[in-house]
C-alpha cells in the first residue's frame, strides 16, 4: 500500500534531499545565505531560524573511508567521529558560515580544535561547542540558562536580523508546524501505511531543509497518505517494532534489515527519526524561555540523566498497542545501551513485549546478513512475520 507514496513529488524531493544531506546547504550557501551546521540535536533549530540563517543537520557516511581522521583519531572511538572529522577534513563543511557542536561530540570538538590549532584543518569552517547537559536536575539549569545565552550570543555574530521576541517567535509557528505534520506521520506509522525506511527518510530530509521548504513537501506527503486507502496494515502478518540503537539512526540500514527479516517498523527512539520533533514549543510564553524549557525536558539524548528520564519515550512508545516487540541494536561500537539492556528487557518484558537484542554491525555484509537471520528467527517464534518485498 505504502507505493502510493512513490508517486508523490513531496516524496521524491525529500527522498532525494535525504540522500544529499548537504545539497540544500550548499545551494543555500551559493544563493549567499548563512548556514549554520549542527552535529548533535541539542543545539535548537529556532535561534538560527530568527538569526535569519539556513540550519543543517550533519550526518556521519559512515561507508567512507577516514584516511586523514585515522592518522589522528584513535580507532577506539566510534566510526561516527572519525567519518564526521573526515568530512570536516576533508572540505565538506566550508559552505558553513559556522559549524556547533554539542556536548555528547565534546571529542570530537576538541579533536577539531587541536587539528585547526596545529592547521592540519585548513577547510574547516569557524565553529563553536554548545554544552548543554543533559540531567534533568534542577541544579544544572541555571548552567544551562548560561550556555543557551551564550549561544545566543554567538549566533548574533553571524546573524542577519536581532534574535528578538518576533524574530523567535516566527521560527517557533515554523518549526511546531513541521512537529505537527511529523504526529501525523508518526500515526500513520502506527497504521501500517508508511514503511520504516520511508518514513525515516521523509523525517531526516527535514533536519537538512529550511522548514520553510521542507513543510510544503511534507505536507504532500502526509495528505497523500492520508488519502490512500488505510489497508490497516501494510503488512498484517509482521510484526511492528520500534527500534532502539546505541547509534544515531541517521542511516538505512537498520530499518532496512528489520523490513528483509520480515518486520514492519512504526517508531524508534532517535531523533532522526521519530523523536526528531517531540512536543511543541509553548507560544503563550516568552519564546526564549520556552525555547529553553523545550531543551529542558524533551530533547532527546543518550546522554540525558537520570536514566528513567532518558527511556521513558521508548518504554510508552513501546506499549502502545500497534507495537508487538522491540528491537535493540547494540553493535560493537555500543558504549553505553549495552549496560541497560538487561534491565530494559526486563522492564519491556514485563509490560508484554516481546524483546530481542542484535550485536552485529549492521554496516558490513556480514554484519547485516546476521541481524536479518536473527530477526527472522525472532518474528517467526512470535508467530509475526510479513514479507516486505512486494512493495519495494
Not at 527522498?15 to 552535529?39: K, N
Not at 537484542?357 to 530477526?375: K, N, P, Q, S
Request: proline content about 7%.
Amino acid at each position: 500500500m505504502t507505493q502510493v507514496l512513490e508517486r508523490c513529488a513531496g516524496y521524491q524531493r525529500l527522498r532525494a534531499q535525504y540522500a544529499d544531506r548537504l545539497g540544500a546547504a550548499r545551494a543555500a550557501a551559493a544563493a549567499g545565505h548563512r548556514v549554520i551546521g549542527r552535529i548533535g540535536h541539542t543545539t535548537p533549530l529556532e535561534p538560527i531560524l530568527a538569526a535569519g540563517c539556513t540550519p543543517v543537520t550533519l550526518a556521519a557516511d559512515l561507508q567512507r573511508a577516514t584516511p586523514r581522521a585515522d592518522l589522528h583519531i584513535d580507532p577506539e572511538l566510534p566510526a561516527e567521529t572519525r567519518a564526521l572529522c573526515e568530512a570536516a577534513l576533508a572540505g565538506d563543511y566550508e559552505c558553513l558560515q559556522l559549524l556547533i557542536l554539542t556536548r555528547p561530540y565534546d571529542k570530537l570538538y576538541y579533536f577539531l580544535k587541536e587539528l585547526h590549532r596545529i592547521g592540519r584543518a585548513p577547510h574547516l569552517p569557524p565553529f563553536t561547542i554548545h554544552d548543554l547537559m543533559h540531567s534533568r536536575r534542577e541544579a544544572v539549569r541555571a548552567y544551562n540558562r548560561d550556555r543557551f545565552q551564550a549561544l545566543l550570543k554567538r549566533l548574533g555574530r553571524e546573524a542577519l536580523r536581532p534574535i528578538d521576541h518576533a524574530s523567535l517567535t516566527e521560527a517557533i509557528g515554523l518549526t511546531n508546524a513541521v512537529r505537527g505534520l511529523w504526529r501525523r506521520l508518526d500515526a500513520m506509522r502506527r497504521d501500517g501505511r508508511i514503511r520504516g525506511t520511508q518514513a525515516m527518510q521523509v523525517i531526516g530530509a527535514g533536519l537538512v531543509m529550511h522548514p520553510a521548504a521542507y513543510a510544503p513537501a511534507l505536507q504532500a506527503c502526509v495528505d497523500t497518505l492520508a488519502s490512500a486507502p488505510t489497508a490497516q496494515a501494510q503488512a498484517p502478518s509482521a510484526a511492528r517494532v520500534v527500534l532502539a540503537s546505541s547509534e544515531p539512526l541517521q542511516h538505512l540500514a537498520l530499518h532496512d534489515a528489520v523490513e528483509c527479516a520480515g518486520g514492519f517498523v512504526v517508531s524508534e527512539d532517535d531523533p532522526w527519526g521519530a523523536r526528531a520533533g517531540g512536543d511543541d514549543i509553548a507560544v503563550d510564553a516568552d519564546p526564549f524561555e520556552a525555547v529553553l524549557d523545550k531543551l529542558w525536558r524533551d530533547m532527546p539524548s543518550p546522554g540525558v540523566w537520570p536514566p528513567a528520564e532518558r527511556e521513558a519515550w521508548l518504554r510508552t512508545e513501546a506499549t502502545r498497542p500497534a507495537v508487538d516487540a522491540v528491537v535493540l541494536h547494540v553493535p560493537p561500537s555500543d558504549r553505553l545501551l549495552g549496560w541497560d539492556v538487561p534491565r530494559l528487557s526486563r522492564t519491556l518484558e514485563g509490560a508484554g513485549r516481546a524483546v530481542v537484542t542484535v550485536h552485529h554491525d549492521v554496516h558490513t555484509a556480514e554484519g547485516r546478513t546476521a541481524i536479518v537471520r536473527d530477526l527472522a528467527a525472532f518474528f517467526d517464534r512470535l508467530g509475526k512475520r510479513g514479507s516486505q518485498e512486494i512493495d519495494r
